[in-house]
Each structure stands twice: as structure tokens, then as C-alpha cells.
């Protein structure tokens, strides 16, 4: 409790740049103030950590920053004379802790990687300070609260990954109006209407899967022209599929299974010619599947059950990998009972499009007639007495004997406790297997870096193979 009443106390406006919590040794020799300041970012920040089991950050001591673990230095942007701290990995340590708002001293920082820890909390305020930021991972971890705004005041970033964390309420509209190009905020507890703007970002991959998103697959997504992967899989969302899909021409990666989407797959699918996975089950879509997504030439996957179809042309069943299950196509096995299909009532996306799907009230019941008036008439004369004998006298019997006691129940004694069962510790979650598959489409958020001379010294390091 002492420690999650110091935390809450340590985001709180007023405090600001607690800079002066750390004290440095006057025998300390810096570079320049810029490695001072990255010293007392991270002197802080390693007072903020409860548990380092791998002593990642034992070696955080003396004033050259630039040799502690996890820590990369490299030219400043604006003076190339000097060295500034430029990146940080420390994903897969398991360091529990929290960030202090220190952490914005590190005004040079382009690279902030802390994926598969223990670390709570807030993302702080002082992170608006670090405007250089161009990659933001904070996936696998604890952190709590409402979406961090502070992310929408960072100019450079491109890359933001939130997933695996406890984040909740309402994702920003202005997210999306944000020049990214990857957003993961998937398992998370985000509730919010995907608004009409989403169709701005510029993004090549968004992951939105696992949290409790509602309303309907917006038309403006037929804008994203770079979008390669879109996963909406697992929410809330009402709604037909729009047309416009059909425009997004490099498109790879499509799932937006275990929903509640409605109505016919648009024929415009079958123009996403880049498309190889494309995954709708579990939703209560209807009608045939268009013959042209099935002659789609890179199509290597097409998951369709658990919906209710009624069609299937033969060239889908060509495909090297695809699952029709539990629909209503005659002639094909584990489809539906025939009650479920013949309850089915699909829905005209001509007059539905995108409405969020709210139940109708019921009519309200007509008022019920006042009720009568009665006239209470005059009590009638009571009946006269009826005399009966007296009882007889009471008969006393003798009390019976008293019970015989029960006979002893010798049972044995019982038998010594069982020794509790072990306890494993299950490793951090993997990733999800779509993006193992596409590992290659995540790599391009570091190719800018190749033009970036002040990052060199990155590189060689595996940024690459962090997801």
C-alpha cells in the first residue's frame, strides 16, 4: 500500500521535473550537461525499480551512461560534436518498477523499448518533453489508467505498441489524424466507438484486438492506402462490412472474426488482389461468398466459419487452407442444424450500411382504466351465538420411556494432508501468431533509421527481432 500511495503521489502535477531527488556526486565528470541529465534521468528511474532479477541494471553506476546496460548513445541531431543518449532497450528483463518523470530529461531520445516487464503505473506527463521520439514499446506490462495522452504530443513518433497492458476508457479520436505508422493497442480494456476519422491514419499495420470496441466498420477505411495488416478480431462490433474495403489494394492481413458483424462479404473483395489472410468467422454474416475472393492470387487462408452463409462456390474449395464450418451450405460436413438456419433472419446492408445496431424499444403498455368506485353498503346484524358443551377433560398418559443412546460410530482417523500441488510460473505471452507471420511487415518502423547517421550505433544491436 505504501508503495501505490507514493506512486500516485509521484504523477501529480505539482511535483514536475523531480530532478532534484537525485544526487550527484561532485567528483562525477560528464561529457557535456546533456549526459548529466541522461545520469539523473536514469539514476532516477533505476531508484523507481522494486525488482531487477537479471541485473540489468547493476552496471547503472558513474557517469559514463552511454556503456550502462540497455543504454545507446549516439551524435546529437542539432551538434554532432557531442554524444546524448539516443536509444534504450530493455525488453525481456522482467524488471518491475514504475517510469518516474525524470525520464523526460532524455530530450534525445529516439528509441524507448521496454516490452515483457512487471513495469505499473501511468506512462508521466514529462514523456511531452521528448520530442525526438521516433518508436515507443511499452507492450507486456502492467500499466494502468486511462490512454496516455501524452503520446499524442509526441511530433516524431511513429511507432506506438501499448498492447498486453491494463489500459481502459476511451481511445482518442485524434489518435487516428496522428501520422503513425504502426499502432498495437490490442488486449487491452479500451471501450469506444470507432470514430468516423479512423480512415485518416496513414498506418501499414493497426491491431485493435481484445478490448470492447463498439459500433460499426467505418467506410473511411477504404482511405488507408498503405494499410498492409488490420486486426479489429474480438470486440464489439455491429455492423456490414463496408464496400470500400475493396480499395485497399496492399492489403495482406484482414480479421475482424468474433464480432457481430452483419449482412453479405462485399464483391469488392475480390479487388484486394495483395490479400493472403482474410479471417470473418464467428460473426452472422449471410448470403454466398463472391467467387472472385476465392480466386484471389495470394490468398492463402480464408476462415469463414461460424457464420451463415448459404453459398460456396466450388473454386473455394481449391484453397490450400480454408474452414466453412458451422454455416448453412448444403452438401458440406459440421455446417449448422437446419432449425438454426431456417431461425436465421439476415439483414439488407442496402438499407442497414453502417447504423450502430440498437434493439427497438417496445410500445409502452395503453393505460390501465381507473379503478371502480364501491359504495360500501351498512354491515349486516351479526349472527346470533352458538352455544356449544364444554370440552371433555383432558386424558394423562404415562410419558414414554426415554430413547435409547445411539451406538458409538468409530470412524478411522483421517488422512494426513495431501502436499499442495507445485506452482509454475507461465512465461510472458506470446505474440500473436499473425504477427510472428508477419514479422517482415514490422521491421520498416526501423528502416528510416538507415538514414538517421546519429542512430548507426543502434542498429547493430536486435531492435529488429524485438516483436
Keep these: 500500500m505504501y508503495i501505490r500511495k ?10 514536475g521535473d523531480r530532478g532534484e ?21 536514469l539514476q532516477a528511474w533505476k531508484q523507481a525499480i522494486l525488482s531487477d532479477p537479471m541485473n540489468l541494471t547493476a552496471n547503472w553506476v558513474g557517469s559514463d551512461v552511454c556503456h550502462y546496460t540497455g543504454v ?39 528509441l524507448f ?7 505499473c503505473g501511468t506512462v508521466p506527463h514529462k514523456f511531452k518533453d521528448l520530442g525526438l521520439l521516433f518508436e515507443l514499446d511499452l507492450s507486456n506490462n502492467r500499466f494502468a489508467g486511462k490512454f496516455p495522452q501524452v503520446v499524442l504530443k509526441l511530433p516524431m513518433l511513429k511507432f506506438l505498441d501499448l498492447r498486453f497492458n491494463e489500459f481502459e476508457g476511451a481511445v482518442p479520436k ?9 499502432i498495437f493497442i490490442n488486449h487491452n480494456r ?17 491491431v485493435l484486438a481484445n478490448n470492447k470496441f463498439h459500433g460499426c466498420v467505418p467506410s473511411s477505411l477504404g482511405n488507408m492506402t498503405n494499410l498492409n495488416e488490420i486486426i479489429l478480431m474480438n470486440n464489439n462490433l455491429k455492423s456490414c462490412l463496408p464496400p470500400e474495403i475493396g480499395m485497399l489494394k496492399d492489403l495482406n492481413v484482414f480479421d475482424v472474426s468474433f464480432n457481430q458483424l452483419m449482412g453479405s462479404l462485399p464483391d469488392t473483395f475480390g479487388g484486394i488482389v495483395g490479400l493472403e489472410q482474410l479471417n470473418v468467422a464467428h460473426n452472422m454474416l449471410s448470403g454466398s461468398i463472391p467467387p472472385s475472393i476465392c480466386k484471389l492470387p495470394n490468398l492463402e487462408n480464408f476462415t469463414f466459419s461460424y457464420n451463415f452463409f ?23 460436413p459440421s455446417q449448422r442444424s437446419p432449425a438454426q438456419c431456417r431461425a436465421f433472419k439476415p439483414v439488407d446492408c442496402s438499407v442497414f450500411r453502417c447504423k450502430p445496431f440498437v434493439p427497438s424499444l417496445p410500445a409502452p403498455p395503453p393505460p390501465s382504466p381507473p379503478p371502480p368506485v364501491v359504495i360500501p353498503l351498512s354491515p349486516p346484524p351479526p349472527p346470533p351465538p352458538v352455544y356449544s358443551p364444554p370440552p371433555p377433560p383432558p386424558v394423562y398418559l404415562p410419558p414414554p420411556p426415554p430413547p435409547s443412546p445411539p451406538p458409538p460410530v468409530y470412524s478411522p482417523p483421517p ?41 548507426h550505433h543502434l542498429l547493430p544491436h536486435p531492435l529488429l527481432h524485438r516483436l
Design 6 to 15: 507514493r506512486q500516485l503521489l509521484y504523477y501529480r502535477d505539482e511535483f
Design 21 to 41: 531527488r537525485v544526487t550527484v556526486d561532485p567528483s562525477l565528470v560528464f561529457e557535456n550537461p546533456r549526459l548529466r541529465n541522461a545520469y539523473i534521468a
Design 72 to 110: 545507446y548513445c549516439a551524435h546529437a541531431l542539432d551538434n554532432k560534436t557531442i554524444n546524448t543518449v539516443a536509444g534504450i532497450d530493455l525488453n525481456h528483463g522482467d524488471i518491475a518498477g514504475y517510469l518516474p518523470e525524470e525520464l523526460g530529461l532524455l530530450v534525445d531520445l529516439a
Design 113 to 119: 523499448h521496454i516490452n515483457s516487464n512487471r513495469f
Design 174 to 182: 485524434e489518435l487516428f489524424d496522428k501520422d503513425l505508422d504502426a
Design 190 to 206: 479500451f471501450v469506444f466507438d470507432i470514430p468516423d476519422n479512423f480512415g485518416n491514419s496513414p498506418v501499414s499495420v493497426i
Design 310 to 332: 448459404t453459398g460456396e462456390p466450388p473454386v473455394c474449395l481449391s484453397l490450400r487452407d480454408f474452414d466453412d464450418r458451422k454455416n448453412c451450405l448444403p452438401a458440406r
Design 415 to 455: 488422512p494426513p494432508p495431501s502436499p499442495p500441488p507445485p506452482v509454475y510460473l507461465s512465461p510472458p505471452p506470446p505474440l500473436p501468431q499473425y504477427l510472428l507471420h508477419h514479422r517482415h511487415l514490422l521491421q520498416f518502423t526501423l528502416r528510416p533509421l538507415l538514414h538517421l547517421p546519429h542512430l
